[in-house]
């Protein structure tokens, strides 16, 4: 499943294929939609929100598209009408006279008038979007220490996007790690200084990851492992998907669990 990063790249690249101009057709697979189709045609796409992992595709005419991709659904730009060889069913697509963004498998799509969209079930109880310039580590760090959050394990709340959007599953392991904290520990179990860390480690490496395509690692500790020929996949992460090999800190191998039947990945000594 994407990630807030992962989200926010892609609908970085749907807006630029498509805000600012004005459709030439509009397509909804799902009949309750299909009246929209008329409305939204010949209108100019102001801009591309996202909201954790949904995303919220603005019209001039006050009307927007709430869509959210859950497991299976997929955007795709083309140029326009150069439609892609898949057998997955297309639920959206929108097109104007350069480009087509077509969603592809998606089931949660609807239309949102202005004044629905702070209302809307989902966009109402999602947390704070890391991603947005304008949230602060201090912020985060209350939000750690919030009554709602406070009592829970840290390997629960860092998946809920209620607590904070945009963090999925390697962003919580990386997290938890940089922090030095233990995933099962709540935040009330932190010193406040360990609190402080989860909060700069949450901010810092989401929007390190939206910045670099999803590398999470020490940026110059990269650059030494690409040098020594490493891939990708070996260099992206500090602990996540690197079960047995050495912590790049004390050594020693790091360790997956499953928390919440999702992979998690530790080191036992950084992280008491
Ligand atoms: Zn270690």
Not at 120 to 143: C, M, N, Y
Not at 168 to 196: F, M, W
Request: charged share 30%; proline share 5%.
């Amino acid at each position: 499943m994407p990630e807030g990063p992962e989200i926010r790249l892609a609908a970085d690249k749907i807006a630029k294929a498509i805000v600012g101009r004005p459709t030439t057709e509009i397509f909804f697979e799902f009949p309750q939609l299909k009246g929209f189709e008329k409305r939204l045609t010949g209108r100019t796409v102001t801009a591309i929100e996202t909201y954790g992992k949904a995303m919220l595709t603005r019209f001039d005419n006050e009307l927007n598209i709430y869509s959210h991709n859950q497991l299976y659904g997929i955007w795709m730009v083309r140029k326009a009408y150069d439609w892609p060889k898949t057998t997955r069913s297309l639920r959206l697509a929108i097109h104007n006279e350069k480009h087509s963004a077509l969603l592809y498998s998606a089931s949660d799509i609807e239309i949102l008038e202005d004044w629905e969209v702070p209302e809307h079930r989902f966009i109402r109880k999602i947390g704070p979007d890391l991603l947005d310039p304008s949230v602060t580590v201090e912020q985060v760090a209350l939000r750690y220490m919030d009554d709602r959050f406070k009592r829970r394990r840290l390997a629960t709340i860092l998946l809920d996007q209620g607590f904070l959007a945009g963090i999925g599953n390697y962003l919580r392991s990386e997290i938890l790690y940089v922090a030095g904290v233990h995933p099962k520990k709540r935040a009330i179990d932190c010193t406040p200084e360990q609190v402080q860390k989860l909060a700069e480690a949450s901010v810092m490496l989401t929007r390190q990851s939206y910045e670099t395509k999803g590398i999470t690692n020490d940026l110059a500790l990269v650059k030494r492992l690409k040098a020594e020929g490493l891939t990708r996949s070996q260099y992206r992460h500090y602990v996540f998907n690197r079960e047995d090999k050495p912590c790049y800190d004390c050594g020693r191998p790091i360790v997956k669990e499953m928390h919440g039947s999702r992979r998690l990945y530790l080191c036992p000594v950084c992280q008491p």
